[in-house]
Antibody, heavy 118, light 111 residues
Framework: EVQLVQSGAEVKKPGESLRISCKGS????????ISWVRQMPGKGLEWMGR????????NYSPSFQGHVTISADKSISTAYLQWSSLKASDTAMYYC???????????WGQGTLVTVSS | QSVLTQPPSVSGAPGQRVTISCTGS?????????VHWYQQLPGTAPKPLIY???NRPSGVPDRFSGSKSGTSASLAISGLQAEDEADYYC???????????FGGGTKLTVL
């Protein structure tokens, strides 16, 4: 069974750094891109960017370029999303998702809720 | 403002058929990129409903169907059931942005 298991909820203060994770199992981790998707409270889905775990090539939505960093450690089948300086506006649910080719997202993680508040 | 445009809400009575539109442009749907649909029940992660314009993943009832024409796509749900009440999102690839794009989402209410 394919699973994407994300790290737990986080509560942070503005200016703090954070890295959340997404561990894949049940498939060849290096054979499928992983994307990160943001969902702000009461809002829709926003694609943030993706990584090819085989070579760590990334590309980002222009809306998120420079604000977050996506990385992966293929030795432990885990992708990451990190911030160097959080803002209150980063408060959201974050999902990782496994691509089929360059197209659809066949599997999703359970989501990680990030709350940024002073 | 989402790159793909969906109606904010649709509604229908049990047993009826509803459609949800997804309008894009020449850099995404109109460029020939596939459209995919997801269902998000309250408090849960999105679930794939339709991929490659009109294909259903295993386990998705045939009450759900997709189509695409020009710069638009549609999701149709027939035989509406109370359990279909959820948010629905379309997704495609945008050549100008070099990445995936989502519609703003449509809330389906079963009356």
């Amino acid at each position: 069974e394919v699973q994407l298991v994300q790290s737990g909820a986080e509560v942070k203060k503005p200016g703090e750094s954070l890295r959340i994770s997404c561990k894949g199992s049940g498939y060849s981790f290096t054979s499928h891109w992983i994307s990160w998707v943001r969902q702000m409270p009461g809002k829709g889905l926003e694609w943030m960017g993706r990584i090819d775990p085989s070579d760590s090539y990334t590309n980002y939505s222009p809306s998120f370029q420079g604000h977050v960093t996506i990385s992966a450690d293929k030795s432990i089948s885990t992708a990451y999303l990190q911030w160097s300086s959080l803002k209150a506006s980063d408060t959201a649910m974050y999902y990782c998702a496994r691509h089929v080719g360059a197209g659809w997202f066949v599997d999703w993680g359970q989501g990680t809720l990030v709350t940024v508040s002073s | 403002q989402s790159v793909l445009t969906q109606p904010p809400s649709v509604s229908g009575a049990p047993g009826q058929r509803v459609t949800i539109s997804c309008t894009g442009s020449s850099s995404n749907i109109g460029a020939g990129h596939d459209v995919h649909w997801y269902q998000q029940l309250p408090g849960t992660a999105p679930k794939p409903l339709i991929y490659g314009n009109n294909n259903r993943p295993s386990g998705v009832p045939d009450r759900f169907s997709g189509s695409k024409s020009g710069t638009s796509a549609s999701l149709a749900i027939s035989g509406l059931q109370a359990e279909d009440e959820a948010d629905y999102y379309c997704q495609s690839y945008d050549s100008s942005l070099s990445g995936s794009v989502f519609g703003g989402g449509t809330k389906l209410t079963v009356l």
